[in-house]
């Protein structure tokens, strides 16, 4: 791991400890293309799970120069 790559573990670490979520509370990760409109959704997860997966998917859209994709992390709500 490079000190680059553990200096941004160090902050999605920070970032989770700081949010303030139970167990209990789970995560959608979503991608949206506004050019052609497509859609993907990821989850449910726990928070962590959700920054890390988002984060993941930003940094590959970015090396992919998709940079207009946006990421979203979005509450899971379970059906009443």
Do not use: F, W
């Not at 509370?25 to 928070?47: F, H, K, M, N, W």
């Not at 890390?52 to 590959?60: G, M, Q, S, V």
């Amino acid at each position: 791991m490079t000190p680059e790559q553990a200096a941004h573990e160090r902050l999605l670490d920070l970032i989770a400890q700081s949010m303030i979520v139970s167990e209990s509370d789970r995560y959608i990760v979503l991608t949206i293309d506004p050019e052609c409109g497509e859609r993907q959704a990821y989850g449910p997860l726990s928070a962590v799970e959700a920054m890390a997966k988002a984060d993941a998917d930003r940094r590959c859209l970015d090396e992919d120069e998709l940079k207009n994709v946006e990421v979203y992390i979005v509450p899971c709500s379970e059906p009443s």
